[in-house]
């Protein structure tokens, strides 16, 4: 079995309103998000079965959270991964917005539910 696997490459696809994680050029996995003012608020993480319990979803956030500071926004973590994600990643913390009501029915109206 080869050790030496390809290192992800994570992506921001705005577009599409996400990041994406790759590997061996395919995805493996994503992280959705909606822009609001100044603030990306997270809603869904998921990584592929075929990838799953290789540490994927950390790389992909922690890559996603780094850009939302690279590009001055701030992050609002609605989804239970990114939130679980912020508790140990203390670094994060400056540019974290609560997950309100307000931001709660936004998003529903961004979504169409």
């Known amino acids: 079995m080869n050790e030496q696997a390809t290192t992800p490459v994570v992506r921001r696809v705005d577009a599409r309103h996400r990041y994406e994680i790759l590997v061996d050029d395919q995805r493996a996995g994503l992280t959705a998000y909606r822009d609001r003012d100044d ?6 993480t998921e990584i592929d079965d075929a990838h799953a319990g290789r540490g994927l979803a950390a790389v992909l956030v922690a890559q996603a959270l780094a850009d939302v500071r690279a590009s001055g926004m701030r992050i609002v973590p609605v989804c239970p991964y990114v939130a679980k ?3 140990k990643h203390g670094e994060f913390a400056d540019i974290t917005d609560p997950v309100t009501p307000a931001v709660l029915q936004w998003l529903d109206g961004q979504l169409g539910r």
């Open 39 to 44: 603030r990306r608020v997270f809603f869904h």
């Open 85 to 87: 994600f912020l508790k």
